[in-house]
């Protein structure tokens, strides 16, 4: 990002860096301006917005070209709870009207539980169980109705004080 360039000049080039008309470019970036709240930002420039805000820009411009495969990594780190739940509603979305695969790290458990067909546990560094939210909670808890921080501290017998994780 170009700390001196507008919200709106980094989403029109990021369009027109992936061939996007003219046109088409200014309409995606209302469009995810709209989506990601940052409609009131368009002309701010990029140095003058808060984390958050330039959390929501990042993603906006991960989503320019409508990727068949996004990666997110801690999405929501800096976001308020609105704004987190409008980043959840939108990657349900993108996943149900484009077919978008998504790959989300996260240390939030909820998020996790909330958004992930399929969850893969890495402690230390080692993969130590996956599988659905559901599964993982039924298999380590003996509860489907449990939470997945619950079934985090069954996998890996660590106590609420522990290290947090990457799913």
């Known amino acids: 990002m170009d700390s001196a360039c507008g919200v709106r000049e980094e989403l029109v080039t990021q369009g027109r860096l992936h061939r996007l008309s003219k046109t088409e470019a200014r309409e995606r970036a209302e469009e995810l301006a709209r989506d990601l709240t940052l409609s009131d930002l368009m002309d701010r420039p990029t140095a003058a917005l808060s984390g958050g805000q330039r959390r929501r820009?990042?993603?906006a411009l991960g989503l320019v070209n409508r990727?068949?495969?996004?990666?997110l990594d801690?999405?929501?780190?800096?976001?308020?709870p609105a704004a987190r739940a409008d980043l959840w509603?939108?990657?349900?979305?993108?996943?149900?009207?484009?077919?978008?695969?998504?790959f989300l790290t996260t240390h939030y458990l909820d998020e996790a539980d909330a958004l992930a067909?399929?969850?893969v546990?890495?402690?230390?560094?080692?993969?130590?169980?996956?599988?659905?939210?559901?599964?993982?909670?039924?298999?380590f808890t003996g509860d489907p109705a449990a939470s997945l921080q619950d079934a985090f501290l069954a996998i890996t017998g660590r106590t609420t004080a522990g290290e947090p994780i990457a799913i």
Do not use: C, N, Q, S
């Open 74 to 80: 801690e999405p929501t780190t800096g976001l308020d």
């Open 117 to 119: 067909d399929r969850v």
């Open 67 to 71: 990727p068949e495969v996004l990666f």
């Open 57 to 59: 820009l990042e993603i």
């Open 89 to 102: 509603d939108l990657v349900r979305r993108i996943r149900a009207e484009h077919g978008t695969t998504v």
């Open 121 to 139: 546990v890495v402690d230390a560094g080692t993969v130590v169980a996956e599988g659905t939210p559901a599964a993982l909670k039924d298999r």
